[in-house]
């Protein structure tokens, strides 16, 4: 079966019954996915209103910057998690790993739905709440690798790119649910309900999701073979770097642009629009919303187009794209007064993003033969991820507060430039998974 020149793949024929059983371990998979990812973005959209809780200063972005370094500190957990799991799901299977995550996901969150605040137990609750994020970091750094492992392992061939994209589909989606929750209480409470007890809400409905989504992940068929678990090389660090370095540094190096202008213009830029933009929180809540859908939706497309172009011109066009237009973009919504105007740039930002996350997983997962994949994919998405996604709006805030905002502008573009010359050393043809059914 003959390739295509840009590294898009032929489709093989599948019988309905294999298609049928595929797309629906997909669905299973990426659900647990989507309760994952609310869990975690969840503390992201209510650090709003529960900052005076467990952070008693009196000006809010001291409070904002105290909660950001928590959120950081979550992300710190990644590489553990990416690692700890990854040699799970490469040593003990896919599904056993994304069983263990998602369990760990509940937890966490069931533990910050209940958590005590300051006036109660004083420093003991910010302490108490940095666990809860540990606990949810070190879950969330195994998720990702797992999955998108798991989801490239089991696409369709030749529209792996299409379905794989299903993974930020829910990743998405995970992110405006959170958000959706928090607009219908808004609604439904004073602020001073949602900042009394009312932010508890949305932590409560995630651990019981969780809990849905681990019946659900029990039903998924084991992807790896036998043979490829009992190898001595399974989920091996020593094997990872001893073969496959320059691929793990190619991965990381554009995971690093892409985790930064993904935290960017999506978790941060709610904080953006209130805290730089000065729009009153409901109507930040109101133009994410509306954005993340949007986001949400063009995911199967951009994944499309790289079953037709290639993965390398789909990371080829991020990498460009995103240095050319970050710093305009930034410094438009600086000033903008207009929520339409902000939800059009911001809506256009997340297309360039669109090219990248859209195949996130599978442009990672196509490095990396399958007794290291999960690991491959998973220690070095978590380790650029931490470093630079989770520090995303904590180097912001502290540029802000600093007096210098517009250098975090410079380095969102100057992280962009260095995605788009590591993806020049991208093959165009995918050395591992191409050829798998």
């Known amino acids: 079966m003959v390739s295509d020149p840009s590294g898009a793949e032929a489709v093989p024929h599948y019988t309905p019954e294999e298609t049928r059983h595929r797309i629906t371990a997909i669905m299973a998979a990426s659900s647990g996915n989507l309760v994952e990812w609310f869990d975690f973005y969840v503390y992201a959209f209510t650090a709003l209103y529960f900052k005076s809780s467990f952070f008693p ?16 500190a979550g992300f710190l957990m990644r590489p ?18 994304m069983l263990i995550s998602v369990s760990m996901m509940c937890g966490g969150s069931l533990m910050i739905a209940i958590l005590p605040t300051y006036a109660q137990v004083g420093v003991l609750a910010p302490f108490l709440l940095l666990v809860a994020r540990l606990i949810q970091g070190l879950s969330v750094g195994g998720e990702y690798g797992t999955t998108a492992t798991y989801m490239s392992e089991v696409a369709l061939r030749g529209r792996r790119g299409f379905f794989s994209s299903f993974q930020y589909v829910t990743l998405i989606g995970g992110q405006l649910l959170a958000v959706l929750v928090i607009v219908v209480i808004e609604a439904l409470m004073t602020t001073e309900q949602i900042t009394a007890w009312g932010w508890r809400i949305p932590f409560a409905i995630g651990a019981v999701a969780a809990v849905v989504s681990i019946f659900l992940r029990r039903t998924l068929t084991e992807t790896q073979k036998a043979e490829t678990r009992n190898s001595k090389e399974a989920g091996s660090l020593s094997a990872l770097f001893r073969n496959h370095t320059p691929a793990f540094l190619t991965v990381l190096g554009y995971t ?47 994944g499309a187009l790289s079953d037709r172009i290639g993965r390398r011109n789909n990371m080829l066009l991020f990498g460009a794209l995103g ?8 410094l438009t919504l600086h000033t903008v007064t207009s929520p339409v105007l902000a939800g059009v740039l911001i809506v256009f930002a997340l297309a360039i993003v669109s090219f990248y996350t859209s195949i996130s997983g599978i442009v990672k997962a196509e490095m990396f033969p399958p007794e290291v994949r999960a690991l491959g994919v998973g220690l070095a998405y978590a380790v650029g991820n931490a470093i630079f996604g989770g520090s995303a709006e904590f180097v912001a805030l502290y540029m802000k507060s600093a007096g210098n905002e517009q250098l975090f502008y410079w380095y969102v573009t100057i992280m962009m430039l260095i995605a788009f010359l590591v993806a020049l050393r991208l093959p165009r043809q995918a050395p591992y998974l191409h050829h798998d059914h």
């Open 323 to 330: 240095t050319l237009c970050t710093l305009p973009i930034l």
């Open 256 to 302: 690093a642009g892409g985790s930064l202008i993904f935290y960017t213009f999506t978790t941060y830029m709610q904080k953006y629009l209130v805290n730089t933009a000065h729009m009153p929180v409901k109507t930040a809540s109101y133009v994410m919303t509306v954005a993340l859908f949007l986001y949400m939706c063009m995911q199967p497309v951009f």
């Open 57 to 72: 200063n009196e000006d809010p972005t001291v409070q904002l910057l105290q909660t950001a370094g928590v959120f950081a």
């Open 80 to 97: 553990i998690g990416g690692w700890l799991f990854g040699r799970v799901a490469d040593r003990l299977g896919r599904k056993t790993s």
